[in-house]
Structure formats: structure tokens, C-alpha cells
């Protein structure tokens, strides 16, 4: 009976002793953290501040997706004897040269991918990888300061596809006129006076036209994660059937050093594009709208 009181009496003095050790432990954790977040907040406005000083301004990130696979004598499927695969890619850079009294941004974006069903009980169908998605844009935006939200400014924006019919259609933009930027990382272009020079083999329906060009762009980097989103659009004052509109984002979270996951998508309509893909008259396409998106591993440059 001695042996067993005592027993209770340590294990009693051992759980109190345990739940006061604890305590402590999460009472000191408090405090460490406290200090974390204070030394945190001085290196964020330090930052804070490192990023407003004159100069450049530079990030690259992209996304990777993609899968393979093989069947042999799978007979639930239509075709038993089968390889399949899809790669994309996404890449999205920048450089920015900010000045107290100018400003000069540079921007491309580069959107790849290859898709492929090998059908092997079929010799006359396609074995090999064939171009599915395919987008590539540069921009660079020149702008004297009025004040620190308002500036004159002037675009080049070109834009085509680059594994096939390289430059049939491409879109060369050119124009002056205001960037606004209310916000920091949020740029906003208007531009009432823009031509855009449309090349293209098939002049009946890729016609150049002047216009009016609008551009919001917002690129951030929040911890972990990069963020990209882009709405750009070009109104003719021509005909409306000229007009064209693209909007793109980007995700990225960064998951272990710069390795992570990301997701890219995109809408866009142009009805020249469509009217050429039907070969049909400008006035008949059907627009319907173009989308893309990818789904894979990203990495920050």
C-alpha cells in the first residue's frame, strides 16, 4: 500500500512539474516571437525603403507542367496501345528602371506547350509532340513624370507566336499618351493615340488600323507567393471587328528554396484570329473566346 501511495505522489509531482515546464516553454515562445515580429516589421519598412530608391527593378518566374504516359493492351480504351504526354511552360520577366523623373519598363511573357497521343495500332496518325499553346509578348513603356501618379508616356508592344507562323499574325503597337499609377505595383496605360501594325500573309483579314490602347498591370511578390495578372486591349477606331483583348495571370508559390507550384491562365478575343483559323470573310467568324491555363511546378529566378 506504501509503494503505491508513493507511486501516485511522484506521478502527481512529475505531471506537475511536466505542466509547468510547459507553460514556461509557451510563455518564453510568446515572448521570442514577439521580438520576431518586431525585427520583421524594422526589415519590411527597411525594405519598404530600399524599394522606393531610383534604379532597376528586376524578376523572372515561370511555371512547369506536365505528364506522360503509356498503354499496352489496355482494351477498356478506344485506342489498347497507346503513349500520351502534354509539357507547357510559363515564363513572365521584368526590368524596370524608376528614376525620380522617368520611368522605363520592360515586360515579356513567353507561354509554351506541347501535347501528343500516339495511337500505335494506327501507322498513318501523329507519333510526336505537336504545338498547342503558343504565346509570346514584349513590351517596353517610356514615361516623364508629372507627378507621382500621372506621367506622359509612350508603348511598344509586340506580340506573336514563335514555334509556328512566326510572325503570321504579328502585332506591332505603337502609341502616346497617359500611365497612371494609383497604387504602387499597379500600372495602368492610356494611350487614345495607338496604331497597330498587323502582319500577316492574309491582308483581307489582318488589317492595321489606328486605335485607342489600355493596359492594367499589377505584378507583386507577397512571402512565398508571385503574382502577375495583365488586361490588355486595343479599341479601333476603324471598325470593331479589329479590336482585341487579352487578359493573363500568373501564380506562383514557392514552396522549398525557389521550387514551388503554379498556375497560369488566359482569355482572349480577336476576331481576325478567328476568321482566319475558319477561313472565313471578318464579318462571318465566329468569335468565340480563347482560354488557356497550366498547372505545374514553378521557379523563381
Same mark, same amino acid.
Given at each position: 500500500?506504501?509503494?503505491?501511495?508513493?507511486?501516485?505522489?511522484?506521478?502527481?509531482?512529475?505531471?506537475?512539474?511536466?505542466?509547468?515546464?510547459? %507553460?514556461?516553454?509557451? +510563455?518564453?515562445?510568446?515572448?521570442?516571437?514577439?521580438?520576431?515580429?518586431?525585427?520583421?516589421?524594422?526589415? =519590411?519598412?527597411?525594405?519598404?525603403?530600399? &524599394?522606393?530608391?531610383?534604379?532597376?527593378?528586376?524578376?523572372?518566374?515561370?511555371?512547369?507542367?506536365? #505528364?506522360?504516359?503509356?498503354?499496352?493492351?489496355?482494351?477498356?480504351?478506344?485506342?489498347?496501345? =497507346?503513349? *500520351?504526354?502534354?509539357?507547357?511552360?510559363?515564363?513572365?520577366?521584368?526590368?524596370?528602371?524608376?528614376?525620380?523623373?522617368?520611368?522605363?519598363?520592360? @515586360?515579356?511573357?513567353?507561354?509554351?506547350? $506541347?501535347?501528343?497521343?500516339?495511337?500505335?495500332?494506327?501507322?498513318?496518325? %501523329? &507519333?510526336?509532340?505537336?504545338?498547342?499553346?503558343?504565346?509570346?509578348?514584349?513590351?517596353?513603356?517610356?514615361?516623364?513624370?508629372?507627378?507621382?501618379?500621372?506621367?506622359?508616356?509612350?508603348?511598344?508592344?509586340?506580340?506573336?507566336?514563335?514555334?509556328?507562323?512566326?510572325?503570321?499574325?504579328?502585332?506591332?503597337?505603337?502609341?502616346?499618351?497617359?500611365?497612371?499609377?494609383?497604387?504602387?505595383?499597379?500600372?495602368?496605360?492610356?494611350?487614345?493615340?495607338?496604331? @497597330?501594325?498587323?502582319?500577316?500573309?492574309?491582308?483581307?483579314?489582318?488589317?492595321?488600323?489606328?486605335?485607342?490602347?489600355?493596359?492594367?498591370?499589377?505584378?507583386? +511578390?507577397?512571402?512565398?507567393? &508571385?503574382? +502577375?495578372?495583365?488586361?490588355?486591349?486595343?479599341?479601333?477606331? %476603324?471598325? #470593331?471587328?479589329? #479590336?482585341? $483583348?487579352?487578359?493573363? =495571370?500568373?501564380?506562383?508559390?514557392?514552396? $522549398?528554396?525557389?521550387?514551388?507550384?503554379?498556375?497560369?491562365?488566359?482569355?482572349? #478575343?480577336?476576331?481576325?484570329?478567328?476568321?482566319?483559323?475558319?477561313?472565313?470573310?471578318?464579318?462571318?467568324?465566329?468569335? &468565340?473566346?480563347?482560354?488557356?491555363?497550366?498547372?505545374?511546378? @514553378?521557379? *523563381?529566378?
Amino acid at each position: 500500500m506504501k509503494k503505491i501511495v508513493l507511486l501516485a505522489i511522484f506521478s502527481l509531482a512529475l505531471t506537475t512539474g511536466y505542466a509547468q515546464t510547459k %507553460e514556461e516553454l509557451v +510563455k518564453e515562445k510568446a515572448e521570442k516571437q514577439k521580438v520576431a515580429d518586431a525585427a520583421q516589421a524594422e526589415a =519590411n519598412a527597411l525594405q519598404a525603403k530600399i &524599394d522606393a530608391l531610383p534604379g532597376w527593378r528586376t524578376r523572372v518566374f515561370g511555371t512547369i507542367g506536365g #505528364s506522360i504516359s503509356e498503354f499496352r493492351n489496355s482494351y477498356t480504351q478506344n485506342f489498347p496501345n =497507346n503513349s *500520351s504526354g502534354n509539357i507547357g511552360f510559363t515564363l513572365n520577366g521584368y526590368a524596370n528602371l524608376i528614376q525620380e523623373k522617368f520611368f522605363w519598363r520592360n @515586360s515579356a511573357t513567353l507561354n509554351l506547350a $506541347w501535347v501528343k497521343i500516339d495511337n500505335r495500332d494506327d501507322a498513318t496518325d %501523329e &507519333d510526336g509532340f505537336i504545338e498547342a499553346t503558343d504565346i509570346f509578348n514584349i513590351s517596353s513603356l517610356y514615361g516623364r513624370n508629372i507627378n507621382s501618379k500621372w506621367a506622359y508616356s509612350a508603348l511598344g508592344e509586340y506580340r506573336t507566336t514563335v514555334l509556328n507562323n512566326f510572325n503570321d499574325p504579328g502585332y506591332l503597337d505603337l502609341g502616346v499618351g497617359f500611365t497612371w499609377t494609383p497604387i504602387k505595383n499597379l500600372v495602368v496605360v492610356m494611350h487614345p493615340g495607338t496604331y @497597330s501594325f498587323v502582319f500577316s500573309k492574309n491582308d483581307a483579314v489582318f488589317q492595321s488600323s489606328l486605335g485607342g490602347k489600355l493596359i492594367a498591370d499589377y505584378t507583386r +511578390k507577397i512571402g512565398a507567393i &508571385d503574382f +502577375k495578372t495583365n488586361f490588355n486591349t486595343f479599341i479601333s477606331y %476603324e471598325d #470593331s471587328d479589329l #479590336s482585341n $483583348w487579352n487578359w493573363t =495571370n500568373s501564380f506562383a508559390y514557392t514552396l $522549398w528554396k525557389k521550387i514551388g507550384v503554379g498556375f497560369d491562365f488566359g482569355l482572349r #478575343s480577336s476576331k481576325q484570329e478567328a476568321a482566319n483559323a475558319q477561313g472565313v470573310a471578318l464579318k462571318d467568324a465566329d468569335n &468565340d473566346l480563347q482560354t488557356f491555363w497550366t498547372l505545374g511546378l @514553378s521557379y *523563381s529566378f
